[in-house]
C-alpha cells in the first residue's frame, strides 16, 4: 500500500518549457488536489477534483491544468513554465467517512520544480 | 468561506518544555479541524483532527489539542519537546460540503533546543 505517489522528484524546467507531474493513489478515495507549498505561505489549493470526471479550480490555478484520468490518478500539467512557478508541487487525496465528514489529506511526497 | 491563522511563524522551545502552537480558525459552519506535521523534505502527515466528537482531542507523538468554540481556537500543545518535535506544523481547517478541500494556515516552525 503506496499511499500517494508522485513523479518525478525534481525537476528543472527552462522558461517557456512544459511537463506533467504524474500523481497516484491506491486508496481508492474520491477526492484529490494538488498544491503549491512556497515559504511562508503554506500550502495554496491550485486545481481539485471531487470525483472521477469532475476538476475545479483552486485559489491559485493560472499556468496549469490538470486531468483526472481515472479514480486512481490526477496529473498537473504547466504548459508555458515561468521562473514564478518554481514551488515545491503536492497532491493529496481524501474521502469522506461514514456520516459524511471527510477526513484528512494523505499526502504524496513532493516535486520540487525549479523554473530558470 | 472559512479561514486559518497561527500565531507565530517560529517557536522555539528547550527540550522538556512545554509546545504551545496557536491556531484561529474562521468558519461560518460548524468546522472540522487538523494539525498536520511536515519534517524537511517531506509531505505533510496528520498528527490529530477534531471532527465533531470529543473537543479534546488526542494525536501522535504525544500531541493534542483542544477545540473551543467561544474562541474560535485549536491550539495544538505537547508538555515536553523532543528534539525529533522539530518540524513545520500546519493547522488546516475544513467544512462538509467542500469537497473536502481544506485551508491551510502559512505554517508554524518549530525549534527544539538541546
Known amino acids: 500500500n503506496a499511499g500517494v505517489t508522485q513523479t518525478p522528484k525534481f525537476q528543472v524546467l527552462k522558461t517557456g518549457q512544459s511537463m506533467t507531474l504524474q500523481c497516484a493513489q491506491d486508496?481508492?478515495?474520491?477526492?484529490m488536489y494538488w498544491y503549491r507549498q512556497d515559504p511562508g505561505m503554506g500550502l495554496r489549493l491550485i486545481y481539485y477534483?471531487?470525483?472521477?470526471?469532475?476538476?475545479d479550480k483552486g485559489e491559485v490555478p493560472n499556468g496549469y491544468n490538470v486531468s483526472r484520468l481515472n479514480k486512481r490518478e490526477f496529473s498537473l500539467r504547466l504548459e508555458s513554465a515561468a521562473p514564478s512557478q518554481t514551488s515545491v508541487y503536492f497532491c493529496?487525496?481524501?474521502?469522506?467517512?461514514?456520516?459524511?465528514?471527510?477526513?484528512?489529506?494523505?499526502f504524496g511526497p513532493g516535486t520540487r520544480l525549479t523554473v530558470l | 468561506a472559512q479561514s486559518v491563522t497561527q500565531l507565530g511563524s517560529h517557536v522555539s522551545v528547550s527540550e522538556g518544555a512545554l509546545v504551545l502552537l496557536r491556531c484561529n480558525y474562521s468558519?461560518?459552519?460548524?468546522?472540522?479541524l487538523f494539525w498536520y506535521v511536515q519534517y524537511p523534505n517531506q509531505g505533510l502527515q496528520l498528527l490529530l483532527k477534531?471532527?465533531?466528537?470529543?473537543?479534546l482531542v488526542k494525536g501522535i507523538n504525544g500531541f493534542e489539542a483542544e477545540f473551543k468554540k467561544s474562541e474560535t481556537s485549536f491550539h495544538l500543545t505537547k508538555p515536553s519537546a523532543h528534539m525529533s518535535d522539530a518540524a513545520e506544523y500546519f493547522c488546516?481547517?475544513?467544512?462538509?460540503?467542500?469537497?473536502?478541500?481544506?485551508?491551510f494556515g502559512d505554517g508554524t516552525t518549530l525549534t527544539v533546543k538541546p
Open positions: 493529496a487525496s481524501s474521502d469522506f467517512l461514514a456520516g459524511g465528514s471527510y477526513n484528512e489529506q494523505f
Open positions: 486508496m481508492n478515495h474520491n477526492s
Open positions: 477534483s471531487a470525483s472521477e470526471g469532475t476538476t
Open positions: 468558519s461560518s459552519v460548524p468546522p472540522y
Open positions: 477534531y471532527t465533531s466528537a470529543a473537543t
Open positions: 488546516a481547517v475544513s467544512i462538509n460540503t467542500n469537497a473536502g478541500k481544506s485551508t
